[in-house]
């Protein structure tokens, strides 16, 4: 497509009068290694391009005639690099700006840049709306919305996770061996079957609590059902809860269970949700003209993230918006038509707005600025995770 419009794209440009492009871009070639990516002349007017690290670049994109900026973090996962999940504190609970959970990670993991990630609630503050997983924790379990995960060899997922789990009765009050299935997985439902550890790290809600038992560890992977205490305001660590909901007729007080939990179709090592899904095998979704309230469909400012070269390559891009001459933001369709001509093959939105950042630190003073200029008038505003790169390796699975 070298020099020329992708329809859609085209489409935009031409409402703005803007009849060429790229007339004085930089080349936008960038070379690592055997991976080698050359940025599209039709994404921008101008592409300004930095190496932060072996792996990882940062290009910074202008549009004039429609103002918009753009900043793209470009990470080669074959390089000797990795993505973290990040969130403030050891539980679901709270709320940080993207700059200081990067400034939270440790110097001997290298960490290099960071975009903020997930939707959250305010109420109870800052817990991620989809699945949050941290180094193989499970803080926030799925729902029926996509995340961005990494295995154990850092290979990229976008797309649903499903908890996959057993509640095996291994006797003492209940005669036959039974086996209940769990649906959810830190994320409490008076209406489901599911495990809610310490991770969770806030009170259930009174409908749950009415079908709450205790799992009491008694060794050798087993538990022991007990009812839930009156006194019981929260979640300490080690406490496990079970919400019975209508398996009250399987498992009994002082019964004996074993459980096995896991997410499919992959248990990630690190994941954060979004939405919607944006790309999918290269074709734009429909569904992104037709997701959320008209308003978040709009334009307005983007985070969003894909993955490109099969998964080596993952795009982390960050759309400033509503700042009239400077940045317009785009609409989901405008986000997913960047990410798919950047090259992604799979793409999903990550929060936006007044959440959208992008932080960098400099490996030689510690120092993390901001790349991006955030809508709101207080600056970075707390988020409930961020996505961190670090210029360290992953933990390669065996076999890897």
Known sequence: MRGRFPGEWRAIVARAGMLSLLAGCATGRVARGDA???IPPTVADSVASVQLASGVWLHHLVRTRVPLRAH??????????????????????GRATTGDLLRSLPASDVPLAAVNADFFLFAPPGVPV???????????????????????????????????????VLGTLTTSRAQVPIRTWNRPSANAIGIV?????????????????????????????????????????GDTLMLVGSARSSVLERDTVHVDVTLGPM?????????PLLVR???????????GAVGFRG???????????????????????????????????????????LGAREAVNLDGGGSTAMVVRDTKTGQVRLVNKPSDAAGERPVADA??????????SIGQ
């Open 299 to 341: 334009l307005n400012p983007r985070t969003a993230a894909g993955f490109a070269v099969n998964g080596r390559r993952l795009l982390l891009v960050v759309i400033d918006g509503r700042q009239s001459g400077y940045s317009v933001g785009t609409t989901t369709r405008e986000t997913a038509m960047l990410l798919r001509d």
């Open 281 to 291: 095998d290269s074709a734009i979704v429909a569904s992104v003209d037709s997701a």
């Open 130 to 168: 989809g699945a949050l997983v941290q180094d193989g924790r499970m803080i926030a379990g799925p729902i029926d919305r996509p995340v961005l995960a990494f295995d154990a060899a850092s290979r990229p997922f976008i797309g649903p996770l499903t908890v996959l789990g057993t509640l095996t």
């Open 387 to 396: 996505l961190a790169v670090l210029g360290s390796c992953a933990r390669k």
């Open 36 to 38: 080698r990516w050359v």
């Open 267 to 275: 248990m990630p090592t690190n994941a954060v949700g979004g939405f």
């Open 72 to 93: 793209v973090l470009d990470i080669d996962l074959h390089a000797c690099v990795s993505v973290r999940a990040v969130k403030g504190g050891p539980t679901a609970v």
């Open 197 to 237: 550890d310490a991770a969770w790290g806030q009170p259930l809600d009174s409908l749950s609590r009415l079908t709450a038992m205790m799992l009491v560890p008694v060794g050798n992977g087993r538990y022991r059902i007990t009812a839930l205490p009156e006194s019981h305001r929260g979640l300490a660590r």
